[in-house]
């Protein structure tokens, strides 16, 4: 990193096939014009790869963009890992027909759930077969480029950085959610209606971060040193029952939508400011807001089927045929992701604070050391220094703990091939302990967990 030139950087970017992540990255890199060099895009899919080959070549080319890049799909993990500067992982483990085992199978049993991703009985399976994966890849980072930074984007977050740091305890790795900028967008909008003050930027938004992915918690918020809690909680009285969104009713036209109810009533029950999307918070819970559809659209939020997200990739796929072809005017437009942002900090082109998962080094207190976390960091040159903040509440601590412990658990049964354990760890998740043992013991049976882990 001290030889570093910013104008020769390679990028190893694992998922390089990505419909959406990789293209939301290039349009980054296109606008940035500090920073060069080589982005190699490895993927087991090495067509999708040389699909975005082309789009990243398009992009770079485009008349408005100041940052220049060579794209370069290549067949071998290693060859991209060789030389890399930075790391980006942004996979989708496993097939569709496996998300639809995660998400639906579960139904039958009376348990919904609204990704499926991270926790309850489909992040578990998912993280049955992710954790194999990140060993390898954790492997060969070590093995061809072990002072590269990594940048982790795959679900379930906590789990993939935490094995990467378990197989690799010398890596450099963060993981990168945007979770927590979507409530630095309420609370604008908050301060906008209660206030009568039009912020700009969710940055101007201040907060301390603390919990673990997807179950992440603010303990502290501000704007131009205004305390915001007592501004929250107006505003979550007030919404609580309606829901908040800026037109109200919209939350029914995306999946990816809520009215932020979930978020209101957490706030009521334990005075933390929930710091994650309604669909990603309600899984971490009893099944106080995933009781059945009904309740779920009560509350205001979806459950994310399987289906909508086959055709969403296809949509992807036939919008990326469509439009870099060079018959379409492209629009180069910033993500509002921090993946290039954090880049430039890491460079030295300039310091950033912002919230990252990373293992706990102390920062909070009362989670155990060494688990990721999801904390605010200072990041500067070639330097990842975690923001200390306060305990979490007890009762919140509590909550935390359980997954904490819960998925290292996982991580411990999937390493030593101890299905016992991850059995046990499977009906201690607080979705799946609702149900009779008799049907754990057949969930956990039909949805193949076990052969996943043999």
């Not at 009376?110 to 309850?120: E, N, R």
């Not at 679900?155 to 890596?171: G, Q």
């Not at 939508?257 to 994650?276: Q, W």
């Not at 706990?360 to 009362?366: A, E, F, K, V, W």
Request: charged share 25%; net charge negative.
């Amino acid at each position: 990193m001290d030889k570093l030139q910013a104008d020769d950087i390679k990028i190893a970017y694992i998922g390089g096939g990505s419909q959406g992540w990789a293209r939301r990255l290039m349009y980054d890199l296109a606008l940035e014009s500090r920073i060069s060099g080589t982005v190699a895009l490895y993927d087991l899919n090495l067509e999708a790869a040389k699909t975005n080959e082309k789009i990243g070549t398009y992009i770079t080319n485009h008349p408005d963009a100041t940052g220049k890049w060579k794209y370069e799909a290549v067949p071998a993990i290693k060859e991209a890992l060789t030389g890399a500067d930075f790391v980006i992982i942004s996979i989708l483990p496993g097939t569709f027909e496996d998300m639809a085992k995660d998400v639906h199978l579960p139904e039958k049993y009376g348990i919904y759930q609204s990704v499926g991703d991270t926790v309850g009985p489909g992040g578990i399976r998912r993280a049955v077969r992710t954790i194999p994966m990140f060993v390898e890849i954790a492997a060969e980072i070590r093995k061809h480029c072990p002072d590269a930074w990594v940048i982790n984007y795959t679900n379930p977050m906590s789990l993939c950085t935490r094995t990467l740091y378990e197989v690799f305890p010398a890596i450099k790795a963060i993981g990168c959610c945007h979770e927590v900028f979507e409530t630095q967008h309420l609370l604008a909008d908050m301060v906008g209606e209660m206030l009568n003050v039009n912020v700009k930027n969710r940055k101007d938004i201040q907060v301390s971060v603390t919990g673990i992915n997807h179950f992440t918690w603010l303990n502290e918020a501000a704007y131009q040193k205004i305390d915001l809690f007592p501004l929250y909680k107006q505003f979550a009285e007030k919404y609580a029952e309606t829901g908040y969104e800026k037109e109200q009713g919209k939350w029914e036209e995306s999946v990816f939508s809520s009215s932020n109810r979930v978020k209101f009533d957490l706030f009521k029950k334990y005075g933390l400011i929930a710091a994650a999307g309604d669909r990603h918070l309600a899984e971490f819970m009893p099944p106080v807001y995933l009781k059945n559809p009904e309740t779920v659209h009560d509350w205001k939020f979806h459950l994310t089927s399987v289906d909508f997200r086959v055709k969403d990739q296809a949509r992807k796929i036939t919008e990326n045929e469509q439009a870099f072809t060079g018959d379409t005017k492209v629009v180069l437009e910033p993500s509002g992701e921090e993946g290039v942002e954090i880049l430039l900090a890491l460079l030295g082109l300039e310091e950033l604070v912002t919230n990252v998962n990373f293992p706990n080094l102390g920062q909070i207190p009362n989670l155990p050391n060494h688990a990721i976390v999801e904390t605010n960091a200072l990041i500067r040159r070639n330097s990842v220094q975690p923001v200390l903040t306060k305990d979490l509440p007890l009762d919140v601590a509590n909550m935390v703990n359980r997954h904490v412990h819960n998925q290292e658990a996982v991580l411990k049964a999937v390493l030593t091939m101890d299905n016992q354990l991850l059995f046990n760890a499977f009906i201690q998740d607080p979705l799946v302990a609702a149900i009779p043992y008799e049907q754990v013991a057949a969930l956990f049976e039909e949805m193949g967990i076990l052969q996943q882990n043999q």
